[in-house]
């Protein structure tokens, strides 16, 4: 309990929000968006040779696709989102004392990993769901082709077709 | 030159936009889902005068309009739960289509009977004692003249299915050339997006215009949400379904309302167990939503120092069916899928730096996926489908356990060999520290990993089972006219009914045990 009711003020630390909507948000509260832009940014990690994912707008994507989903999906992943972020969860994994927006990117990293290879399942599949998202939203866009050497979709002779 | 058929209009189609007002139907038959099981039915029924009143809650796509071979577009719209479907806690991707057609839509368009290793396990095992290839061989005959199936032609196997032509012909391993169900396919490789140029003879341009064109009544985007009962819970009266905004995907607030005299559940594996269980129908047994199975999937990737581009040709041309018989083990047969971006990236395991190096050399990639024949040993019951959230959202649990890791590792050393045999530089597995493998001496180093829940990537594109068929009540859900046991109005029509997985891709086996049970269900007096 002391070591708990030394710690509980992490739970209070806020979202730093270097991201910002590029327009009006359907699913996501602007920490959310934030949070995940952030998340999105280590996950796909460009280098060089890759758009940035702030520029394909991988959090807007995801606001867009979850606005199709099951309210109650939703929810659930916007609280996975303010679980994630939250500096007490740092703390628990042994990844830094700050929300994961604020921390640096070593820390970020650090933290991802930590719950991608949690013993506890639920850390897992939390880390499935950011994961699988941010990649789906940054590779669907066609600015991210070119370094994957994926042409896009070939040509057909439409010309040629009743 | 007319390479392709133009889209073939399903007429008596309406959609939800089009669906003003609540609805009160009535016809012979209610089919409720518009996949392989749902359209063949319809086909039959309807040339066989019955009227027939078909529901889809996917919506009704066409080249022209919908299929532009992106991701981006195809996946949310073509795909169950938006292309989010998994298992509860995301270990198992699971690739279902949605839409009319079903999965027809987006499958890769390969084509295989029923084995009849598989058909002999259902008569000893299920008691499905007429479930034999002298009774289910006309109706493939006809389907796969209907849909044009055919072997695949050397020429047309691309450089991603080669990998496993070749490299297993290095190692003495046994292939195959696959059938496949396409006229005149320019080899877009994009299948699993719907198919640009009208080739694939899905079911949105074969059997559903074929029941059409004899009267039968589409209806897309409604979604079933229960099968009504009378007082004495011995029939089936009604399906109430709600009307969906093919824009939000989200209930208008309409309603359709179906009587009928007959019903056929055709909504597919997970989603027609779920519609029983929604509907709460007669279960003495405990047995709607057991014996799911899934063909779980796994896969290794290879790097060439070539081209490979596994996103262009026809996405699955060879098969290899050598380790499907392993006494006391799980049986697994290999393929290769295509890839593209975003199939790729939720592949590819890790973050990061990592990550992005793997989709850098995405050109140079080659996948081989390994399929587990699940279902087959005495004590394997798969997994469950149950509802959560009062019915509003599904449960979907597969437990994977040591025989299914025994099957997955050697799966994986199998392919990786494979792979090196052909001439990859290097192969790596899919488990969170993928195993790196440039040679014989790293393949042990599979056995050496993790097993568990999202620390190995796993997928399916192949659902079964959940109103499994058979001849004891007990054990099973409908009986082995696919009539549910104890609704004598109900029949259930689509891959659900398999008591296993098949160890073959799904479509021609629902295609034809359907046509042969339609024959019966026609034939019944009730």
């Known amino acids: ?162 | 030159m007319k390479l392709l058929a133009a889209d073939r209009p399903i007429a008596n189609l309406m959609r939800g936009r089009e669906i003003g007002s609540n609805l009160a139907l009535s016809a012979d038959v209610c089919v409720v889902g518009s996949g392989p099981g749902g359209a063949i039915a319809a086909a039959r029924l309807a040339a066989a005068g019955a009227r027939v009143i078909l529901l889809e809650e996917g919506g009704s796509f066409t080249r022209k309009a919908d299929f532009h071979m992106q991701e981006a577009e195809a996946y949310p719209k073509l795909y169950q739960d938006h292309g989010n479907r998994a298992t509860d806690d995301l270990s198992i991707t699971i690739l279902q289509g949605r839409g009319v057609g079903g999965g027809t839509l987006v499958n890769w368009t390969t084509c295989f009977r029923t084995p009849e290793a598989t058909l002999a396990l259902w008569r000893e095992r299920h008691g499905l004692s007429d479930f034999t290839a002298e009774r289910f061989g006309p109706h493939w005959d006809e389907v796969e003249k209907r849909l044009n199936v055919h072997v695949v032609d050397a020429a047309e196997v691309n450089d991603n299915n080669a990998v496993l032509l070749e490299g297993a012909k290095k190692l003495g391993i046994e292939t195959e050339l696959l059938k496949r169900n396409v006229v005149s396919c320019l080899q877009t490789g994009a299948c699993g997006m719907g198919c640009p140029t009208n080739a694939k003879r899905g079911m949105a341009l074969t059997y559903l215009p074929d029941a059409a064109e004899r009267g039968a009544r589409v209806y897309a985007d409604c979604r079933a949400v229960r099968l009504v009962l009378d007082a004495r819970k011995e029939r089936v009266t009604a399906v109430e379904a709600e009307v969906l905004d093919p824009a939000t995907d989200r209930p208008t607030g309409r309603r359709l309302t179906v009587s009928a005299a007959r019903f056929v559940v055709a909504g597919g594996a997970i989603n027609s167990p779920a519609l029983l269980l929604r509907s709460g129908l007669p279960d003495p047994h405990g047995r709607v939503g057991k014996r799911t199975f899934l063909h779980p999937v796994v896969a290794t990737v290879a790097l060439f120092d070539r081209r490979i581009d596994p996103f262009y040709g026809a996405p699955q041309s060879v098969a290899s069916h050598a380790f499907i018989d392993r006494p006391g083990k799980i049986g697994f047969f290999l393929e290769v899928p295509p890839l593209h971006p975003v199939l790729a990236s939720l592949a590819l395991p890790g973050f990061g730096a990592a990550h992005r190096e793997g989709m850098k050399l995405l050109s140079r990639t080659n996948a081989v996926i390994a399929l587990l024949r699940d279902g087959f040993l005495p004590d394997d019951e798969g997994g469950t489908v149950s509802l959560r959230e009062g019915g509003k959202r599904l449960s979907i649990r597969y437990p994977l356990g040591e025989t299914h890791a025994e099957a997955m590792r050697e799966a994986m050393k199998v392919s990786a060999r494979i792979q090196l045999a052909a001439g990859a530089r290097e192969v790596r597995t899919l488990h969170k520290d993928p195993v790196v493998i440039s040679g014989e001496r790293d393949v042990r180093f599979i056995d050496e990993r993790p097993f568990g829940p999202n620390l190995l990537g796993v997928f399916t594109a192949h659902q079964m089972g959940g109103c499994a068929a058979g001849a004891d009540p007990k054990g099973s859900v409908v009986d082995g006219n696919l009539r549910h046991h104890h609704l004598a109005n109900l029949w259930v029509f689509d891959g659900s009914v398999f008591p296993t997985s098949l160890g073959v891709n799904p479509q021609l086996s629902i295609l034809g045990i359907v046509a042969a049970s339609a024959e019966r269900m026609i034939a019944a007096k009730t």
Do not use: H
């Open chain 1, 1 to 162: 309990m002391l070591a708990l009711g030394g710690t509980a003020f992490l739970a209070f630390r806020r979202t730093l929000r270097a991201a910002k909507p590029r327009a009006a948000l359907s699913v996501l509260s602007p920490d959310e968006y934030a949070i995940f832009a952030a998340v999105a940014a280590r996950v796909v990690a460009v280098d060089g040779d890759s758009p940035a994912t702030d520029a394909v707008d991988v959090a807007g994507r995801a606001d867009a696709a979850m606005a199709q989903w099951p309210d109650s999906v939703q929810v659930e992943f916007r609280r996975l989102l303010l679980l994630f972020e939250n500096a007490l969860t740092g703390a628990v994994t042994r990844t830094g004392y700050e929300t994961f927006t604020a921390s640096r990117e070593r820390r970020q990293d650090e933290r991802l990993a930590a719950w991608a290879g949690s013993r506890v399942a639920v850390f897992r599949s939390g880390y499935q769901a950011m994961k699988r998202l941010a990649c789906a939203c940054y590779y669907a866009a066609p600015e991210s082709w070119p370094a994957t050497g994926y042409p896009g979709p070939p040509e057909l002779p439409f010309g040629e077709i009743e």
